[in-house]
């Protein structure tokens, strides 16, 4: 007896600091949300550049690196790097609190819904402490170029054994996991996280507007990445993994010409302003 109600307090306890704590991490979760919508913002225009230089190496890198020192260099930039990095840090934390506690929504408390908030949490907690690190004056952690360090990391996974096989799966996982984020963009399913009934008509047109074509656009970059990272493993060649820099400069090379890119950086541009209004809407 004394024992079941000993339990039933405890989950009371853990339910009610649960519950306190819910405003902490969603204002946490929005300022992750707004730290990843300027760095894609930056991304999208540093592409949007390349673009016009018609692909060439030269100038600023399209990816988080090149977003960082483009930062960098504005008044104010060491304190906007410090901003970004613990808006980022806060996301991680957010997604561990998801791991832990279960994810808002009715299928929130599900054991895939968690694992992925767990993957989300280290993801988000290498990219923190490397803006971070960056901001901190270590030049060569965030800034660093995302193709060479692609490059490196397949070479040494390549000396692994069963290397080969290694880098070639997750390759393909990172194509389907860019072909899955562009259909949930196409199919609007980032609804289901919005308060969507709170939003304006000129808001849901905005937000599915930038949501569509921004989360399409950035699962078509993630999946012709992971498509390069596939080549390397079945070539056995490092050097044919692309970082973010490269992966965008390749659009250039289609029939299309630089105006692919051009759509891309424009769409990604708007992934980031999409990432704003989450920050605002999201149910956390």
């Not at 592409?47 to 104010?76: H, I, N, S, T």
């Not at 304006?200 to 047109?205: C, D, E, G, L, V």
């Not at 490269?246 to 950086?265: K, Q, Y």
């Amino acid at each position: 007896m004394e024992i079941s109600v000993a339990r039933g307090r405890s989950r009371r306890n853990a339910r009610k600091a649960k519950a306190n704590a819910r405003p902490v991490v969603g204002g946490a979760a929005r300022s992750g949300f707004a730290a990843r919508g300027v760095i894609y913002l930056l991304v999208g225009l540093l592409a949007l550049q390349v673009a016009f230089e018609g692909g060439k190496k030269g100038g600023g890198q399209a990816d988080r690196g090149g977003a960082l020192e483009e930062v960098a260099g504005k008044p104010f930039g060491a304190f906007l790097l410090w901003a970004l990095g613990l808006g980022l840090a806060a996301m991680a934390l957010w997604r561990l609190f998801e791991a832990l506690f279960g994810a808002a929504g009715p299928d929130g408390q599900k054991v895939r819904k968690r694992l992925l908030s767990a993957a989300r949490a280290v993801f988000y907690g290498f990219v923190a402490y490397s803006v971070l690190a960056f901001a901190a004056g270590d030049e060569g952690s965030g800034s660093g170029s995302s193709d060479k360090q692609s490059q490196d990391v397949t070479a040494k996974a390549l000396d692994l054994p069963g290397g080969q096989w290694l880098v070639g799966i997750v390759a393909a996982g990172i194509v389907v996991a860019g072909v899955w984020m562009a259909i949930r963009a196409l199919l609007r399913k980032y609804h289901e996280h919005l308060r969507m009934g709170q939003m304006s008509r000129a808001t849901k047109r905005l937000v599915d507007g930038t949501g569509v074509a921004g989360g399409t656009a950035r699962g078509l970059v993630f999946a012709a990445a992971g498509a390069f990272a596939v080549r390397a493993a079945v070539e056995y060649e490092p050097d044919k993994a692309k970082g973010l820099d490269d992966t965008l400069r390749s659009f250039t090379e289609t029939p299309a010409g630089p105006w692919l890119l051009v759509a891309v950086a424009l769409c990604l541009a708007l992934f980031g302003v999409f990432s704003f209004a989450v920050a605002r809407w999201r149910k956390v």
